[in-house]
């Protein structure tokens, strides 16, 4: 499970190559703290067939 905090992002994308030149704008930069709050969490193992 995972949860993000901020906008949601659409890039880098699987096509990316892997060997970019550049840094993503604002990489390293926090956001601010994100509380979550669970009631309830069921998680299960991978459905084989």
């Not at 906008?7 to 190559?17: G, I, K, L, S, V």
């Amino acid at each position: 499970m995972m949860l993000r905090t901020g906008p949601a992002r659409h890039f880098p994308t699987p096509d990316t190559p892997a060997d970019q030149a550049y840094d993503l704008p604002r990489a390293g930069e926090s956001e601010k703290l994100a509380v979550f709050y669970l009631k309830s969490l069921k998680t299960s193992g991978p459905v084989t067939p």
